[in-house]
């Protein structure tokens, strides 16, 4: 049958006037007829003519596979069951299809194969047009392409398909093109992303069309699951190509030579997104907005995954630094004069987070001295957006600890270079760079004041003191004056530059022209607080504010240092008229005084008897004060401020604290920890209304009452929470990972407490918590504040010492030493606390430095703790007084401290178990002396101790005589010398009562006993009988007295009766003869008041310790080979010699 036939077999009537399929006649005719092996290729041949002449081509590439259960009608009639039979016709027939068609047109069968194929993506790409703007694909849409994409790889195979012309067609119809379609292209190798934008010859359409869909794809990363995670692979994949290919080696974009287009395009792209992104960031974003989502996803590829897999390169270094240069460049729109008045709204804290974060991302991948040079190689040869270079330099000084030596160095240098060629531009990018940095605080650069002073007061200042440097600076000063904000021109001209007495002139004509501006601005030199914040360019606060002010933090500086405050008594005498208009009426409010005067009278009491308040005025104020007695309800007018006024910075420095927290919590936010620790660090100044002030705090030793602390309302407060914080913030990262892997949180934390002059106030807290309420203490506050000591005494070289006592002694102590006076054993309670601490601290400090030098382990723990700790074991576990059996060193039992529950003793015993502790335990200045022992053990108060009178008596002779007495000199002990162990308990006795930790105690005690609430057993017997109260307490307790002067009596039994040691003489100087003879020769000489004082209460004490002890001990041989007879020479000897 003919073609012709057939078709009108098919169109004419059938029986019954009826017309047919053609399926049906193909049924009916395979019924009829039996074909042979040539009958069915015939067949086969005339139906694939038929449908060549009658096929779609753009819809045959995209019919290619079967709806899902069923088959294509040819397949019942060809051997295609199987999926390989079937894809190999399918392609047969598009292959034969496209080259009838390609001989019909006379054109090369591939770029007809690369059109079919570019008109079936087009069509993809359009299914979903009335939808909005999209540059992904939906779930149809990818099962589409996936067939598409086959039937290319196959004509590929085959040699018909060309993708140069593919990718020409492409180009023709691209804004109907979909981002992820072109992505996909690349990924299954059918045209490659190169190809594809090097075909085409306007590579300005190019990177406007790649931006556009960019910014589309950056809104929609955050589209439900399965399209988010397309929309970061496809980001992801174009960034990596455009680095690559953009920033390789050698790679010239503006050479003079014809540079290749790709690497051109990818810069251009990666360009002009990076500046729609700053310029969406200028203009002002709603947080969740599209623009927003759009930003934050563009700066989020600077993350260092995402060029894991081109690291190995230099092409993402240089991209970073390319985006710096960026950054710092785009529109240099901002003057001088802008920068200089609106750099105080660029610091760190004022950044937008987004750009904040973008330079961090930037700051990873170079390291600081790389940062600082391509700052300073772009402001030496670029005009430069200010507002980002200054809020860059913010940035790099908080978060970049390392880098801000490398800043002092570079405005050093612009300084070196702006005095050697009176070069202009350098001196504005000093002081600008210089006073961005200072607004970050002390902790990363010195104030302005402080730079100011140090770089021109003195005469190694880069003027150099010549006429040419002076005049170029004053000239430079002068200038800046118009556009200056009243901080800075307070500091030129309250520390201004060291000028030769004859160009005193340049000096003073400057000074004058600040003051007339200060004038202008109503802000008065005279008129300026004690402790201004000259460092800070806010807004200057009215005269009675700022009194009010100066009072409060005048008496801050009094409670510490126990003297009138330096800057005080200057303003008495160079500032006359605010002190006595403003400081003294702050001061001297009427109010009722209390009975025990508090800091605030005594300052007043001290200016009086200084003669810095006039009579009158103080006459005055007493009257006001007994008129503010007699009317209670008045008295507080004018004298408190109001709680509200505090509740705002304390509410931000929560939040902050709460933020930090999350920091803490997130291990991929250690990045912004300096970040959020500059935050807590700025709302600690707000919430304490402290400045930095010019006269430095910091330096002068702390004082502290340990007896009585005492804190103001808000202080406390503010310690309280930066304290609990901190407590919680240790419990909260030890719930994820141990004390080595928790990153340097905690040490920053207690570095931003020293900086903000906040640590008087948490020192007099922490002994209000350890030393007067520490039963009430919970398990995580004791964790808490024993790391809190850990990192204190890391960082004991930046802290000051600290003074106790009512009067600071001439020598201070290091604050980790303060722990030991905080932590007393003479109780059951205190005793408890004490273990609890030191486990604790031991614990974290081993966890925390394991992995660093033994140095910076031994300088974190104080040997007084250590030594505490090994006597409370001793006391309490039998176990600890036998040799060590060291357990697997697995590390110290910190996790069982942080569970509810915790088993204090156990957890002392495993830390006791540990071998590091042991080979700790061995240190020099660790180790628990036989006069360390007595020391602490004098301390205990026996009606208050843990152990019973015999539980006592037992551990005290197994110390003497089993642990210290046999041990060698060099581990602590005595060398089995019984004469040195009573040598040195005489000794330790006598420093007992001489002690002078008059801190602990009344003022009035006894000078040389009543101070001493320890174990009293010794003093009873060395006290005179003339002491009523002595006799009180013997009456009250007779049994407890007696054990020291027993024991002592004991051991110099034993050492009369026993043999003389190797290489001692027979005939030798009682010991307790030859010790007051020591101590005696050891005073300073001289008949001066003091020493004869000092001297007489030595003679003193030697005659209590002659009266406790029984004859026997005094008049006894010294060995036994001596006459029994008593001997009686030492004794009158000494008292011929000494007491008369």
Same mark, same amino acid.
């Given at each position: ?152 790889? &196959?004509?590929?195979?085959? &040699? ?14 691209? &804004? ?141 270094? @240089? ?197 007339? @501006? ?309 109780? @059951? ?214 054990? #020291? ?41 001289? #008949? ?47 008292? &011929?010699?000494?007491?008369?």
């Amino acid at each position: 049958m003919s073609a012709s036939q057939a078709r009108a077999a098919v169109s004419g009537p059938g029986p019954g006037g009826l017309r047919r399929s053609w399926a049906e006649l193909l049924e009916g005719r395979v019924r009829r007829q039996k074909l042979g092996p040539e009958g069915e290729q015939k067949v086969k041949e005339s139906a694939l003519r038929l449908l060549r002449s009658h096929l779609n081509l753009g819809d045959l590439v995209l019919e290619v596979e079967a709806p899902p259960g069923k088959q294509l009608c040819l397949s019942r009639w060809f051997d295609c069951d199987s999926p390989g039979a079937h894809s190999d016709l399918s392609c047969s027939l598009i292959g034969s299809a496209l080259r009838d068609r390609a001989a019909r047109l006379g054109v090369p069968v591939a770029v007809l194969s690369s059109q079919v194929v570019a008109c079936g993506l087009v069509r993809v790409c359009e299914a979903d047009a009335g939808l909005p703007p999209q540059v992904l694909l939906s779930p149809e849409q990818r099962k589409k392409l996936s067939s598409l994409f086959e039937v290319a790889e &196959n004509l590929s195979a085959q &040699n018909m398909f060309s993708r140069l012309s593919f990718c020409q067609e492409l180009w023709k119809v691209q &804004n109907s093109l979909l981002l992820e379609a072109v992505w996909r292209l690349h990924v299954q190798k059918i045209v490659s992303l190169q190809e594809l934008l090097e075909s085409r010859a306007d590579p300005c359409a190019v990177v406007a069309w790649l931006s556009r869909d960019l910014r589309l794809l950056c809104e929609q990363t955050e589209a439900p699951p399965p399209h988010a995670a397309v929309a970061r692979a496809v980001l992801a994949d174009f960034v990596q190509m455009f680095v690559l290919r953009g920033f390789q080696k050698n790679a010239d974009v503006r050479g003079n030579v014809e540079p290749e287009r790709m690497p051109q395009v990818a810069v251009a792209v990666l360009e002009r997104m990076l500046a729609s992104a700053l310029e969406a960031l200028a203009a002002g974003m709603q947080e969740g907005s599209p623009a927003h989502k759009a930003v934050s996803c563009w700066f989020g590829i600077f993350s260092g995954h995402m060029y894991r897999s081109i690291i190995s390169t230099e092409s993402p270094k @240089r991209f970073f630094c390319h985006t710096l240069t960026q950054i710092l460049t785009h529109k240099p729109v901002l003057k001088v004069s802008d920068a200089i008045q609106m750099q105080r709204d660029w610091s760190f804290a004022r950044t937008p987070p987004l750009l904040s974060g973008l330079y961090r991302r930037l700051f990873v991948i170079l390291s600081p001295e790389e940062l600082v040079g391509h700052l300073q190689e772009v402001l030496e040869t670029q005009e430069v957006n200010w507002q980002h270079m200054l809020s860059c330099v913010s940035t790099l000084v908080t978060c970049l600890p390392d880098a801000q030596q490398l800043v002092a160095g570079w405005v050093a240098r612009l300084l070196a270079r702006a005095f050697e060629s009176c070069d202009l531009d350098s001196m504005v990018s000093a002081f600008l760079v210089a006073r961005q940095a200072a607004l970050e605080g002390p902790a990363a650069f010195p104030s302005y004041a402080a730079w100011f002073q140090a770089t021109f007061g003195s005469t190694r200042g880069f003027h150099g003191c010549s006429r040419k440097g002076l005049v170029f600076l004053f000239k430079f000063l002068s200038d800046l004056v118009p556009f200056e904000a009243p901080r800075y021109l307070q500091v030129h001209v309250l520390h201004p530059p060291l000028v030769p007495g004859k160009y005193r002139t340049l000096l003073s004509d400057y000074v004058a022209l600040a003051r007339t @501006r200060l004038a202008d601005l109503k802000v008065s030199i005279e008129n300026m607080g004690l402790y201004e914040d000259l460092s800070s360019v806010g807004d200057i606060m009215e005269p009675h504010s700022r009194a009010a002010r100066d009072v409060e933090k005048a008496i801050v500086v009094f409670e510490h240092t126990g003297k009138i405050p330096v800057a005080v008594l200057e303003a008495s005498i160079f500032r006359r008229s605010y002190y006595l208009s403003h400081f003294l009426p702050a001061l001297l409010t009427p109010r009722v005084l209390p009975r025990v005067p508090d800091s605030r009278e005594a300052l007043v009491e001290s200016l009086r008897r200084a003669d810095k308040i006039p009579p009158s005025l103080y006459s005055t104020y007493r009257q006001a004060c007994c008129t503010a007695g007699e009317k209670p309800e008045d008295a507080a007018l004018g004298r408190e401020v109001e709680p509200s006024c505090a509740e705002e910075p304390l509410g931000l420095l929560t939040a902050a604290l709460q933020e930090l927290r999350a920091s803490v919590m997130a291990p991929t936010r250690h990045d912004a920890l300096e970040a959020q620790m500059a935050v807590v660090s700025d709302r600690l100044c707000s919430a304490l209304g402290l400045g930095e002030d010019s006269v430095g705090v910091e330096e002068a030793p702390v004082q502290l009452s340990i007896r009585a602390p005492e804190l103001r309302p808000r202080e406390q407060r503010v310690v309280d929470l930066v304290l609990t914080s901190f407590c919680q913030n240790l419990m909260a990262a030890s719930s994820l990972s141990p004390p080595d892997r928790q990153g340097p949180w905690a040490s920053r934390f207690v570095r931003t407490l020293c900086g903000r002059r906040l640590l008087p106030a948490v020192l007099a807290r922490l002994c209000q918590l350890l030393r007067h309420q520490g039963p009430s203490l919970g398990a995580s506050h004791v964790l808490g504040l024993a790391a809190l000591a850990v990192h204190l005494g890391e960082s004991r070289s930046a802290l000051p010492e600290v003074c106790v006592g009512p009067s600071a002694p001439a020598r201070g102590l290091p604050v980790p030493q303060l722990f030991d006076s905080l932590l007393p054993c003479g109780t @059951r309670e205190s005793s408890a606390l004490c273990l609890k601490f030191c486990t604790a601290a031991i614990s974290y400090s081993l966890c925390k430095f394991s992995s660093q030098s033994h140095d910076v382990l031994l300088s974190c723990l104080s040997p007084g703790l250590i030594k505490k700790f090994q006597f409370i074991m001793f006391r309490w576990f039998s176990e600890a007084r036998d040799p060590p059996s060291w357990e697997d060193p697995a590390g110290p039992p910190w996790r069982p401290l942080c569970l509810p529950a915790v088993d204090w003793q156990r957890a002392a015993l495993c830390l006791w178990k540990q071998r590091t502790l042991q080979e700790l335990l061995k240190q020099e200045g660790f180790q628990l002396t036989y006069r360390d022992w007595l020391q602490l053990e004098l301390e205990v108060q026996p009606e208050a101790d843990s152990l019973s009178d015999t539980e006592r008596q037992e551990f005290q002779q197994w110390a003497i005589h089993q642990h210290f007495l046999p041990a060698p000199s060099g581990a602590g002990g005595c060398d089995g010398d019984l004469e040195v162990a009573c040598t040195t308990l005489v000794d330790v006795l006598m420093d007992v009562c001489q002690s002078s930790k008059n801190y602990d105690h009344s003022q009035n005690s006894d000078l040389v006993l009543g101070g001493c609430t320890g174990n009293r057993d010794i003093f009873s017997r060395l006290q005179a009988p003339c002491q009523p109260h002595l006799g009180a307490l013997l009456r009250k307790r007779p049994r407890d007295f007696c054990l #020291w002067p027993c024991l002592l009596q004991e051991m110099a039994a034993d050492l009369e009766q026993g043999p003389a040691p190797p290489g001692h003489a027979v005939a030798r100087e009682h010991f307790l003869f030859g010790v007051f003879r020591r101590r005696l020769q050891a005073l300073a000489g001289g #008949w001066d008041v003091a020493s004869r004082l000092q001297r007489q209460r030595e003679l003193l004490t030697c005659k209590r310790v002659l009266l406790g002890l029984p004859p026997s001990v005094l008049v006894g041989g010294p060995r036994a080979e001596q006459p029994a007879d008593p001997n009686c020479d030492d004794f009158f000897h000494w008292v &011929n010699s000494e007491l008369l």
